[in-house]
């Protein structure tokens, strides 16, 4: 089993609040985790599974049923799928405010649930449980670059071989990605329109999203794509990645760009079945682009948020950290360990005038490059310098 490093998070949470919502994709093993941490905690537990009919029965009278474990932990599987859920639970917690009472698993982000957060507000936590990071693969023996070409899901990331995990992710997109994109947003595309959609991301993963091109290659309209993708991001399945903008005065690009939130998914999508396959495929670029961004959004410090740069004139950088409104570190993302870097980034680490700069590769030395730019390897960076950016 790969150790999770949220672990001590999510306990610390369970002796606060009465509530906590493990929040991530399917399959990145929320259930496991939640299990781990109670029996450390000493809880005993009752769990229920929404997509279980059986269990969605159960809770026919939510107030009753859960009245009656005031003691245990309840642990509720795939809770968004049952709103009304939330309400039921307000009276509940309010009638005996003990922590660690509930134990929510979601595979959307709570604001999709609509008044989630007004209801409970003051009585739970969210906390999000991503696929296998850097830091957690390493620790586990697991090499970066099985990391980068599997993606992170626990289960697929230690088969024994390629043709396995390939076989799982198939599945897994078959089953879960295709289906949920319809269950859970009450929508009715076709199977063949879902398809058509997911290949056009994976098309355009590390580019800007342009909507009305999405809407009208799928024939559907702005606000359902807009819909779609909201419900994707709240998903864990892509990203959105901001343009940073405060300089009134130059001329910058202003949406988003998007990421595949798993290279697995991503890698499946392209046909990308092995190493050789990926170090051929036009994909890789972009590919290890938004590897390196995953890593280091899980893993930076929760003071940051993460952007990107770009001028209309094309001076860009991938990434940009900011604390509060200053931007404190640019970051360039090369695939080659021997990077050459060209005028944009000069012009935007002095448009940005941050003092953190880097060029970050797969596997190159430490060195400067220039006296405000380092190049390093995405270990490197994430162990050494990613913490100190405060």
Request: glycine share 6%; net charge positive; aromatic share 10%.
């Amino acid at each position: 089993m790969i150790d999770r490093f949220i672990e001590k998070e999510l306990t610390d949470l369970l002796k606060q609040f009465p509530a906590v919502t493990i929040l991530g994709a399917r399959q990145t093993g929320k259930t496991t985790l939640a299990r781990k941490v109670l029996k450390k905690l000493g809880n005993k537990a009752v769990y229920y599974d929404l997509e279980k009919l059986s269990d969605r029965r159960k809770l026919n009278d939510i107030e009753t049923t859960l009245g009656n474990y005031q003691n245990k932990c309840v642990i509720i599987d795939e809770a968004q799928t049952m709103p009304e859920l939330f309400s039921a639970l307000r009276p509940l917690i309010d009638e005996k405010r003990k922590a660690g009472r509930f134990l929510l698993l979601g595979s959307v982000s709570p604001h999709l649930v609509k008044g989630v957060s007004e209801t409970l507000a003051g009585r739970i936590a969210h906390i999000e449980l991503s696929t296998i990071n850097l830091k957690e693969a390493l620790k586990s023996k697991i090499t970066q670059n099985q990391l980068w070409l599997r993606g992170g899901y626990p289960e697929a990331l230690q088969l024994k071989t390629n043709a396995n995990w390939y076989k799982w992710i198939e599945n897994y997109y078959r089953n879960f990605i295709e289906r949920d994109v319809n269950f859970l947003m009450g929508e009715t595309l076709s199977p063949s329109t879902v398809n058509k959609l997911w290949t056009m991301l994976s098309g355009i993963n590390g580019n800007i999203v342009v909507y009305d091109v999405i809407a009208r290659s799928l024939g559907i309209s702005r606000p359902t794509t807009l819909k779609y993708m909201d419900f994707l991001e709240g998903a864990c399945l892509v990203h959105r990645l901001q343009p940073w903008f405060n300089n009134i005065n130059k001329r910058l690009v202003k949406a988003p760009k998007i990421y595949f939130r798993d290279t697995g998914v991503l890698h499946y999508l392209n046909g990308v079945s092995s190493w050789e396959d990926l170090q051929n495929d036009i994909c890789i670029g972009a590919s290890w682009e938004g590897f390196v961004i995953e890593q280091i959004k899980q893993l930076m410090p929760a003071t940051l948020s993460a952007y990107f740069y770009r001028t209309h004139h094309g001076a860009e950088a991938d990434l940009v950290l900011v604390k509060g409104n200053k931007p404190i570190a640019c970051i360039e993302i090369k695939l080659n360990n021997a990077p050459h870097l060209t005028r944009g980034w000069h012009e935007v680490v002095t448009d940005l005038k941050t003092e953190n700069n880097f060029v970050i590769t797969p596997n190159s030395d430490t060195y400067w490059h220039d006296q405000k730019t380092m190049v390093c390897s995405l270990s490197n960076f994430i162990k050494i310098h990613l913490s100190l950016l405060k």
